[in-house]
């Protein structure tokens, strides 16, 4: 329980203070713990490292700055997370969107690739353990307010262990690649999210099934297809599947768990196919 208090108040300090330099220790010091046991517990239960937490969760919110403010300086942007130069702030960008600042606000959709996470647990024989990884979508109240019955497309990415096994990095660049099909397969109307680790889902503006299945038909059409890692061709596939939203997923515990639910039955459909 102490690990996850620990994380938990790590990730709040981190969220407050992303536009200003913010060093490890500074964020261990907040949670009265040691560098090191900071770093231990975000590689066991995030997988990441606390500075790489952090370049993506700022790069994720600059990512929306570009987008939502299309006609604001770049080097502005940069400055507002604490970058003095173009240069290093197109380098940390690159890192986690695979494209520079001024090729992302050319795209059409934007979603967090990167989310702030609200973690979730579950007590077992061997003590506190990680269920999840659930992020926070309470922004999104109001928008599922008012789609009640509209549809909900998910997808999962399938054997994304072994593509971490190849590399990490490798790994980012396969959920990416999830984000971006989905957004190309979104239209104007939908919105697109992230609810886990690899998983996203599509709130389209939709009640008609004929819709969201010729969505879900334009995501699996494209499953098969390579990313490319170092010149190693990696096929990425997606579990794809949907559900109707309804007036009770405004409490957004309920969407998801109804959500991972959904995506375990689409999982063991399409392993036994």
């Not at 600042?101 to 979730?120: N, W």
């Amino acid at each position: 329980m102490q690990q996850l208090e620990i994380l938990t108040n790590a990730l709040e300090y981190i969220e407050k203070n992303l536009a200003a330099p913010i060093k490890t220790e500074q964020v261990a010091a907040s949670c009265y713990c040691s560098k090191t046991s900071l770093e231990n517990i975000f590689r066991s239960l995030q997988n990441i490292s606390v500075h790489d937490y952090i370049t993506r969760r700022r790069m994720t919110l600059a990512g929306r700055e570009l987008f939502v403010h299309p006609n604001k300086r770049i080097i502005d942007i940069a400055m507002d997370f604490g970058y003095t130069s173009n240069e290093a702030f197109t380098r940390s960008f690159y890192q986690v969107w695979n494209c520079t600042p001024s090729e992302f606000r050319k795209k059409d959709h934007f979603a967090e690739l990167f989310p702030k996470y609200v973690s979730y647990v579950q007590v077992g024989d061997g003590g506190i353990q990680m269920e999840r990884k659930n992020v926070d979508i309470s922004e999104l109240y109001d928008l599922f307010a008012e789609r009640k019955d509209c549809y909900l497309v998910y997808c999962d990415i399938r054997f994304l262990m072994r593509i971490n096994d190849i590399s990490r990095k490798a790994g980012d660049l396969a959920i990416l690649e999830a984000l971006n099909r989905m957004n190309a397969a979104a239209s104007q109307e939908d919105y697109v999210f992230r609810i886990g680790a690899d998983e996203f889902v599509m709130l389209t503006g939709s009640r008609d099934a004929a819709y969201a299945e010729q969505i879900v038909q334009k995501l699996l059409a494209q499953n098969g297809q390579p990313i490319n890692y170092e010149g190693q061709e990696i096929p990425v596939t997606l579990y794809v599947g949907l559900m109707q939203s309804e007036q009770h997923f405004v409490c957004y515990r309920n969407l998801l768990n109804e959500l991972y639910e959904k995506m375990l039955e689409k999982k063991k459909e399409m392993d036994e196919k």
